[in-house]
């Protein structure tokens, strides 16, 4: 099972445009995957961001759209909770860099997840299984590792 990042369903909303390897990893794997509570605070925050813009209309559209991702997600959503809290304190102590990607790193070792994301450096050393599905990052080697997981 896996746990996706921010940057995947993100990459979702492109439709059409979305990166190949992306799409195929979800349509290969939708009843699979997991969100991470932080996942609907970064996409709340890119709805704050436009306002912030005065973007309007563009801000409504991604706020429907969010409502969407937590409608379709539901009770795939994880929450941050007490023991998800105990491993983010020992991740905290390999360096203060990308404090919610930590975050996503603890729920996925609790919940023995593999986090899909195209930031895989965000991840290094928290001891997390990690896939890229993006095929525009992807080399070979990689291309096989992600087959393997299928």
Known sequence: MYLVDTNV??????????????????????????????????????????????????????????????????SRILPFDLPCARVWGILRGLGDQNQIDKQIASIALVHDLTVVTRNTSHFARTGVRLLNPFLADSKPSNRANREALR
């Open 9 to 74: 369903v993100s990459e979702r909303r492109r439709g059409r445009n979305a990166d190949r390897g992306v799409k195929e990893f979800i349509g290969n794997n939708d009843h699979l995957l997991y969100l991470p509570v932080q996942v609907i605070g970064e996409l709340q925050c890119g709805v704050q961001v436009l306002r912030r813009r005065g973007d309007r209309a563009q801000a409504t559209r991604v706020a429907a759209w969010v409502r969407k991702i937590v409608d379709e997600y539901g």
